[in-house]
């Protein structure tokens, strides 16, 4: 079976500081690959997605980037973190385009 | 772009109650799914519905892909405590972004003992 694992769960940073957020998912090969942010408990805003190694695409300019750099890795990076950049960080995969998506357990992000 | 309009934004009932929340979407949507997150956990799908019509039940939630396919519902029969948290829709379309889904901005439901 397929699994989904995000790290870490809760991340305090100070504002300029740099980020790195793990997601890796197992069980499957070739996902499809996302990463939302949730603010105050309440809508999903998906930040990027990834058909494959390398391939990321961006859906909301934002202080943050993504990469790919193997096929069941995604992790969301920032040289330089803002207040704004607080809030909860949803990894998610999917078989494909025709598929539901999975949800990791999220990180907490409070940038002070 | 496509838009999901998810309702009501917030619910607080009491256990033993049934219901019902909804979305509607401003074009066709070939994909309707449900998720519920529970304070702090990622989201975890519910039900899915891949057909126009199609009317499916997981325990005492019971969802329906509208036959407009512009609009989708959930229903809660006979609330527990544990039914807390926030449900989400989510939907595909055709074209868009490689089909990503497209989800409504949440249903929150509170349950008092």
């Known amino acids: 079976s397929q699994t989904i694992h995000q790290w870490p769960a809760t991340l305090v940073q100070p504002v300029g500081s740099p980020l790195s957020l793990e997601c890796t998912v197992e069980?499957?090969?070739?996902?499809?690959l996302y990463w939302y942010r949730q603010a105050a408990g309440r809508g999903l805003q998906l930040l990027f997605y990834s058909v494959g190694i390398g391939q990321i695409s961006s859906e909301v300019p934002q202080n943050l980037s993504a990469s790919r750099p193997q096929d069941r890795q995604f992790i969301l990076s920032s040289k330089k973190l803002l207040l704004s950049d607080s809030g909860f960080y949803l990894c998610?995969?999917?078989?494909?385009?025709?598929?539901?998506?999975?949800f990791g357990s999220g990180t907490r992000l409070t940038v002070v | 772009g496509q838009q999901l309009n998810q309702s009501p934004q917030s619910m607080f009932i009491q256990e033993g109650e049934d219901v019902s929340m909804n979305c509607t979407s401003s074009s066709i949507f070939n994909t309707w799914l449900w998720y519920k997150q529970d304070p702090g956990e990622g989201p975890v799908l519910l039900i899915a519905l891949y057909k126009a019509g199609e009317l499916t039940s997981n325990g005492r939630l019971t969802a329906q892909f509208g036959i407009t396919r512009k609009d989708s519902f959930l229903n809660i029969s006979a609330s527990i405590p544990s039914d807390v948290g926030i449900y989400f829709c989510?939907?595909?379309?055709?074209?868009?972004?490689?089909?990503?889904?497209?989800f409504g901005k949440g249903t929150k439901l509170s349950v008092k003992p």
């Open positions: 989510a939907g595909r379309g055709y074209g868009g972004s490689q089909g990503n889904l497209i």
């Open positions: 998610a995969w999917s078989f494909g385009v025709n598929y539901g998506y999975t």
């Open positions: 069980g499957t090969s070739n996902p499809n």
